[in-house]
């Protein structure tokens, strides 16, 4: 048998593909291609931003702030953070029909949820049902794992800690008489969240599962009792609990409340007078943040945002301001004058 020698042995097949050999076409980009071209995608992003921007204007935004600086503020005596179970309510009037479906959002400002010690402040496995985690929170809750007795915390960290905690109900006023409208929270999480990331554990009842630990230390309720009115949103599956655990990476964030799509509402919210009903709960002013309720409908390209038109509008004429730079340039020196 021959041996090969090592710089014969370490080279690639002698195959079209290893050794590079197969056909290539390399384009000549001329004038006539180039200038064409800038031409054509110039004009295609203008057509889908003039698109964009319009289908964002028609969409239906309604922002309303309740943090209560403002003394002329309703919710101005509940910002005090020594008034406890304070409800406060906001009165505004829609004149034409808000277009539905209509989803409501609570926002909150100056809220940094990307730091990243408290991006991290959570414990995976805990949340998606291990019961060992439940005795033995991760390291990375601290100092929200343990309470002051040593008693393990679930759910653990500082984002479950921290969670949102106003609620909110809508009446609409009818002759005099509100009448509650109603507030799908049904499906409100991501899908991913909800069926794979987190687990409740497979104990009978969920409250036993909980046995020997204690609730989040803001939190008026442990985790089992989050919905008292459905017993299948609790837990670590809670839609609130789920939307409050997807962090937002900006300061300024709004996440999803509620839809209204029932009732007599599936056409969205008619003109006329509203009283939204807050139950003031959740402190911000310690960190100059504030507070807000947003209603809003979706077109096909998703929420309101203007910047996505205005981006291919501006990309778009700048292809076609090219195009005609290049094609003057062309122009002048395609055919140098003779001396």
Avoid: H
């Avoid at 959002?105 to 402040?121: A, D, I, W």
């Avoid at 496995?125 to 033995?136: T, V």
């Avoid at 911000?284 to 209603?295: A, E, N, P, Q, T």
């Amino acid at each position: 048998m021959v041996k090969q020698e090592p710089e014969l042995a370490n080279r690639p097949d002698n195959t079209a593909f290893t050794q590079q050999r197969l056909p290539a076409w390399q384009p000549m980009l001329s004038a006539g291609i180039v200038i064409p071209g800038f031409v054509v995608i110039g004009l295609a992003f203008i057509g889908i931003g003039i698109a964009l921007f319009v289908t964002s204007r028609s969409i239906q935004v309604l922002e309303m702030d309740y943090t209560g600086v403002e003394q002329s503020s309703p919710c101005f005596k509940c910002s005090n953070p020594d008034v406890k179970n304070c409800v406060c309510k906001l009165d505004f009037s829609i004149n034409n029909l808000f277009k539905g479906p209509v989803f409501f959002y609570y926002g909150l400002s100056n809220y940094f949820q990307n730091y990243r010690k408290y991006g991290v402040s959570k414990d995976d496995s805990q949340l998606s049902g291990d019961l060992y985690y439940f005795k033995n929170p991760s390291d990375t809750c601290a100092p929200y794992d343990y309470d002051g007795n040593n008693k393990p915390i679930v759910p653990c960290g500082a984002i479950a800690n921290s969670m949102f905690n106003d609620s909110f109900k809508l009446y609409q006023i009818v002759n005099g008489a509100n009448k509650p409208v109603p507030l799908d929270g049904k499906g409100i999480a991501w899908w991913t969240d909800y069926n794979v990331k987190y687990r409740n554990p497979t104990v009978t009842p969920l409250r036993n599962a909980f046995n020997g630990t204690v609730k989040p230390i803001f939190w008026p309720q442990p985790a089992y009792e989050l919905d008292p009115s459905d017993p299948a949103n609790n837990g670590f599956i809670n839609q609130d609990f789920l939307v409050w655990m997807r962090t937002a990476a900006l300061p300024d964030f709004r996440k999803l409340y509620r839809r209204i799509t029932e009732g007599d509402y599936v056409q969205g919210l008619p003109a006329g007078n509203y009283s939204l009903e807050i139950a003031y709960n959740y402190p911000v002013l310690s960190f100059d943040g504030r507070k807000k309720v947003v209603f809003s409908n979706v077109s096909w390209m998703g929420g309101k945002n203007e910047f996505l038109g205005i981006a291919y509008l501006v990309i778009g004429s700048m292809c076609v301001v090219m195009s005609m730079v290049m094609l003057i340039v062309y122009a002048k020196f395609k055919f140098p004058e003779e001396d």
